[in-house]
């Protein structure tokens, strides 16, 4: 009998199904301090929360037979991973469950602000009739912008096609197949927002995503064009979208989620032409229902079968299983994320390699650590080996494997090809004293790496003074070489440096270098 504790509320349909299987006994006990929730979870397999429980470390020591943490939603805040990942215990959360409620508020949103109807509403409650003064817009034949193509946004794109509109979509880490089975037509963030009529946001919160959308951007918008953000706040730079709507550069926007919410204070909230909402994005009966339900199957699945469906930490390898893959792991992950540096598209097929002592044991946590390097840093979820095959195969990555005992020149070898649209990328790596990672090639390049730190990767010419015109400019920057590795030319007279620096350079130096005549690209990577 597998005993499942439920520490927060969830809807009855989960607990139902719960109830309904063989061989699970559920105890349900809200509103546990961590004293308390200690006190009981020693005799528990499993935990489902929502986000009041707080499973810290001293809660994951004292659970003795717990397996698994299921959390009803998406966040994952209130869990502490790497301690759940030294205990053995997996952590899975429901990130498409509520995907049709979010999506549907952003259309909601989109006939709201085309047709007025805040204002609409209040002016008949005032006693006004002001047809004329509320005058709309039509959906029908308009574009809609869709930024972030995962779940939600694919959702979106097949209401907007089901309304006539012409969908078109950025997201560059979904393969062009799956922009065209779902409607919309993949383009760059640029064009993206100077089509848009309705532009709105289904992208994950990251460094690079924040202010995704700031002052640069609203001024490429047409004046007729509106904003939609149910997504996070930290996507939109709100200072610039109030200046843009306060001097009708854009006609208006609908916020769902604010940078601090709830938004007190912002200048926004004197703006007629912006509809607010407080974070309503998974507030519906059927989404609440949904993620109880599906964390129920999930947990119940992995309790019967072992199956780790949407599994956010790494379950335990054993210790011999560890020591053997851990070195090829780590540099298939390194590879993994030099790729991600070096290409321009979305990755349509991964293929993994392993050769000599690298293909005796099985290549699966290999390929699975390649794609984590890959893809890592680009969701609102940690990404990692349990759950990456399942997002690879979510952005329409196809992952191709082969091992032989024989690896030319080397005891190991490991090379992962990413192959894109119309472009492909190759790159090879071993290792030294069997732990010490080397990159040896890049492409036709065959050149020699120590992957560790910021590498500028170039392709230029291969003649007398591009070497010393790259360094001039990393030294007015004050930017120290710590080491440097030139390849042979190629056939067109080309070759390949990468230079290890000793900080990351800024955009500014990057274009300095970029700038330099002989040099065709130029490629910062940090690892």
């Known amino acids: ?13 989960g607990i139902n199904f719960l109830n309904e299987q063989e061989g699970i006994q559920i105890h349900i006990q809200t509103g546990l301090a961590e004293e308390a929730l200690c006190e009981i979870i020693p005799e528990y397999d499993a935990l489902l929360i929502r986000s009041d429980t707080q499973v810290s470390t001293k809660v994951l020591q004292a659970a003795k037979k717990l397996k698994v943490v299921g959390r009803a939603g998406i966040g994952v805040d209130n869990v502490d991973l790497a301690a759940a990942m030294e205990q053995g215990v997996i952590v899975m959360n429901t990130p498409d469950a509520n995907a049709t409620t979010t999506a549907e508020l952003a259309i909601a949103h989109m006939f709201s602000l085309s047709r007025n109807l805040p204002l609409a509403n209040q002016s008949v409650r005032e006693g006004k009739w002001e047809r004329a003064k509320l005058m709309g817009a039509e959906i029908a034949h308009k574009t809609l912008a869709i930024l972030g193509f ?11 096609v089901g309304l006539g509109m012409r969908v078109i979509a950025h997201d560059p880490f979904v393969a062009p197949e799956i922009f065209e089975k779902y409607g919309a037509e993949m383009v760059d963030l640029d064009t993206l927002v100077k089509q848009a009529d309705y532009l709105t946001l289904h992208c994950p919160l990251l460094e690079k995503t924040r202010n995704i959308i700031g002052a640069e951007q609203l001024a490429m918008m047409k004046k007729s064009a509106r904003l939609i953000n149910c997504a996070r706040g930290g996507l939109v730079d709100e200072a610039a979208l109030y200046q843009a709507l306060k001097d009708g550069r854009i006609a208006g926007a609908a916020l769902d989620v604010y940078a601090q919410e709830p938004p007190k204070d912002s ?15 998974a507030s519906t009966k059927e989404a609440q229902v949904a993620v109880s339900v599906e964390i129920a199957r999930q947990v119940v699945k992995y309790l019967q079968t072992g199956e780790a469906v949407n599994a956010l930490n790494l379950p335990r390898l054993s210790a011999e299983e560890l020591k053997q893959a851990q070195p090829f792991m780590n540099l298939a992950h390194i590879l993994g ?9 979305p990755i349509q097929r991964l293929e993994v390699a392993a050769y000599g002592k690298a293909a005796l044991g099985n290549i699966r946590p290999i390929s699975s650590e390649a794609l984590v390097g890959l893809l890592a840093g680009q969701f609102s979820t940690p990404v990692n080996r349990v759950n990456v095959e399942n997002i690879a195969k979510r952005q329409g990555i196809a992952l191709v494997e082969s091992q032989t005992e024989e690896a030319e020149g080397y005891q190991s070898l490991i090379e992962i090809t990413g192959h894109c649209i119309d472009q492909t990328i190759s790159l090879t790596g071993t290792l030294l004293g069997d732990h010490h990672p080397r990159l040896v090639s890049i492409n036709h390049f065959e050149i020699e790496v120590v992957p560790e730190g910021t590498l500028l990767i170039t392709r230029h010419e291969d003649k007398p003074g591009v070497i010393a015109a790259i360094s001039s400019k990393l ?9 440097m590795q030139v390849s042979i030319a190629d056939e067109n007279q080309l070759a390949m440096m990468v230079i290890s620096v000793s900080d990351p350079l800024s955009d500014e130096v990057l274009k300095a270098v970029c700038d330099v005549p002989a040099v065709q690209t130029a490629r910062q990577i940090v690892l």
């Open 1 to 13: 009998m597998k005993k499942i504790l439920i520490s927060d509320k969830l809807a009855d349909d």
């Open 150 to 160: 995962g779940t939600i946004g694919r959702i979106v794109a097949q209401r907007g």
């Open 475 to 483: 030294g007015q920057a004050n930017i120290n070489i710590t080491r």
């Open 337 to 345: 994320k030099v790729m991600f540096g070096l290409l321009d598209q």
């Open 267 to 281: 200048p926004l909230l004197a703006l007629d032409n912006v509809v607010f909402t407080p974070h309503l994005g």
